[in-house]
């Protein structure tokens, strides 16, 4: 039985396009409502399109979709109707962080200040600013933490949109301190207000807010227009949450080999990638370990082979010498002989490329990096797997700086 969020409280804040409600159940979390409206250059233009909070909350639903499923913490929860979505309450940090495409990434923050149109802040003007938000002073790490969000964020968006040939060319966003916690998540509504998009890198063929602040006179048919654009983001933006392309195969020299199979298909599936177990020895079976690599290259699905083979491990340089396709040892190292036993894994025939790991989580993340060349969604969930380690460690030193 879904959750009744009809119960509207407090406004919380309301801003130029989206209102957002405090849920009378439901502590914790709010009900971000978007608006028919348009703004640009800090209000100096405004104007009502129809429809444009329809299409605004399901641009955000599919962005948010995406980081969500790629494991990013951010507030939105899932939708709620046409124009709004549920999403946890967070009080805001008045930063905007701005990224933008180039040779190398460009990032600006901007100070929110209306009274001064949102004056340009440097690192050291955010540091010194010095405030506390939800509990949360924020510092140096604080400041980071945001950054390396900021730009993990962007990369991944710019990865998704490149494969529908679409450059995403600059993008900005907010963040906020999770109501009741120390913790920092994206907390802004992303849609067609947020960034900047060219199909083919062409300029020319801009389908974002810039149309409408490029107007020289904003009338009907202008507005029709970059309706019709913002709709076409909404449709492709949607194709973006793609199921995965590839899979991961691991054969197994011996059914005793199971549990070490499966700790590398655990880290597999939390990265979202299919996993398959198979029982084939090498030495034993020769016919049919090359069947069954006839039926996996036959499907025409991506596929890294992971071979698990302790003893002779004649499994994996034996799918190696049979296959384009990459193949990576990864044998269960047992207590006797184990070190001799490594060398068949790794002392290998020539003309033969199938590196050895030992460790089951290397295995399926080196699979993971193979696969995420050709797949956002992997590459996505990897770029995630590392903010948060990132982060996990700059928290894990404040704690022990603060524990002093």
């Given at each position: 039985?879904?959750?009744?969020?009809?119960?509207?409280?407090?406004?919380v804040?309301?801003?130029?396009?989206?209102?957002?409600?405090?849920?009378?159940?439901?502590?914790?979390?709010?009900?971000?409502?978007?608006?028919?409206?348009?703004?640009?250059?800090?209000?100096?233009?405004a104007h009502?399109?129809?429809?444009?909070?329809?299409?605004?909350?399901a641009?955000?639903?599919?962005v948010?979709?995406?980081?969500?499923?790629?494991?990013l913490?951010t507030?939105?929860?899932?939708q709620?109707g046409d124009?709004?979505?549920?999403?946890?309450?967070?009080?805001?940090?008045?930063?905007?962080?701005?990224?933008?495409?180039?040779?190398?990434?460009?990032?600006?923050?901007?100070f929110?200040d209306?009274?001064?149109?949102?004056?340009?802040?440097?690192?050291?003007?955010c540091?010194?600013?010095?405030k506390?938000?939800?509990g949360l002073?924020?510092?140096r790490?604080?400041?980071?933490?945001?950054e390396?969000?900021?730009?993990?964020i962007?990369?991944i968006?710019e990865?998704?949109?490149?494969?529908l040939?679409c450059?995403?060319?600059?993008?900005?966003?907010e963040?906020?301190?999770?109501?009741?916690t120390?913790?920092?998540?994206l907390?802004d509504?992303?849609d067609s207000?947020?960034w900047?998009l060219?199909?083919?890198?062409?300029?020319?063929?801009?389908?974002?807010k810039?149309?409408?602040?490029?107007?020289?006179?904003?009338?009907?048919?202008?507005?029709d227009?970059?309706?019709r654009?913002?709709?076409?983001?909404?449709?492709?933006v949607a194709?973006?949450?793609?199921?995965?392309?590839?899979?991961?195969?691991?054969?197994?020299?011996?059914?005793?080999d199971t549990?070490?199979?499966?700790?590398i298909r655990t880290?597999?599936?939390?990265?979202g990638?299919?996993c398959e177990?198979?029982?084939?020895s090498a030495?034993k079976?020769t016919?049919?370990?090359?069947?069954?690599?006839?039926?996996?290259?036959?499907?025409?699905?991506?596929?890294?082979?992971?071979?698990?083979?302790?003893?002779?491990?004649?499994?994996?340089?034996?799918?190696?010498g049979?296959t384009?396709?990459?193949?990576?040892?990864c044998?269960?190292?047992?207590a006797?002989?184990?070190?001799?036993?490594?060398w068949?894994s790794l002392?290998?025939?020539?003309?033969?490329g199938?590196?050895t790991?030992?460790q089951?989580?290397?295995?399926?993340?080196?699979?993971?990096?193979?696969?995420?060349?050709?797949?956002?969604?992997?590459?996505?969930?990897?770029?995630?797997?590392?903010?948060?380690?990132w982060?996990?460690?700059v928290?894990?030193?404040?704690?022990?700086?603060?524990?002093?």
């Amino acid at each position: 039985m879904s959750a009744d969020y009809s119960k509207l409280g407090a406004k919380v804040i309301e801003g130029k396009t989206k209102i957002v409600y405090d849920l009378v159940d439901h502590p914790g979390k709010v009900l971000i409502e978007s608006k028919d409206r348009i703004t640009a250059g800090n209000n100096a233009r405004a104007h009502d399109m129809e429809g444009k909070a329809k299409i605004s909350t399901a641009t955000a639903n599919s962005v948010f979709e995406l980081l969500n499923s790629a494991g990013l913490k951010t507030h939105w929860l899932h939708q709620h109707g046409d124009r709004s979505y549920i999403a946890y309450k967070c009080h805001m940090i008045p930063i905007e962080w701005v990224t933008r495409q180039g040779q190398l990434l460009l990032l600006r923050v901007f100070f929110f200040d209306d009274a001064n149109n949102d004056p340009q802040w440097s690192f050291e003007q955010c540091l010194a600013y010095g405030k506390s938000y939800g509990g949360l002073l924020i510092g140096r790490n604080e400041l980071q933490i945001m950054e390396k969000m900021t730009v993990a964020i962007f990369e991944i968006l710019e990865k998704a949109w490149a494969t529908l040939n679409c450059s995403l060319i600059d993008m900005k966003i907010e963040f906020g301190v999770k109501d009741g916690t120390n913790e920092i998540i994206l907390a802004d509504i992303i849609d067609s207000d947020s960034w900047r998009l060219w199909p083919s890198g062409d300029k020319r063929l801009m389908k974002d807010k810039q149309v409408y602040r490029n107007l020289q006179e904003v009338t009907s048919e202008a507005l029709d227009t970059v309706k019709r654009n913002f709709e076409w983001v909404a449709e492709r933006v949607a194709l973006l949450n793609t199921k995965p392309r590839g899979r991961v195969a691991i054969f197994m020299g011996s059914a005793s080999d199971t549990p070490h199979c499966e700790k590398i298909r655990t880290v597999c599936a939390s990265l979202g990638i299919p996993c398959e177990l198979r029982v084939s020895s090498a030495h034993k079976q020769t016919d049919q370990t090359m069947r069954l690599l006839g039926e996996y290259e036959g499907e025409g699905i991506p596929t890294v082979f992971i071979a698990v083979a302790g003893r002779s491990n004649g499994l994996g340089p034996v799918l190696s010498g049979n296959t384009s396709w990459p193949v990576i040892n990864c044998p269960p190292i047992s207590a006797d002989w184990g070190a001799q036993d490594v060398w068949s894994s790794l002392r290998l025939p020539s003309g033969l490329g199938c590196p050895t790991v030992t460790q089951p989580e290397a295995a399926a993340l080196a699979a993971a990096q193979i696969l995420g060349l050709n797949d956002h969604m992997v590459w996505a969930k990897l770029k995630v797997k590392q903010l948060n380690t990132w982060i996990s460690l700059v928290e894990a030193d404040r704690k022990v700086r603060d524990d002093k």
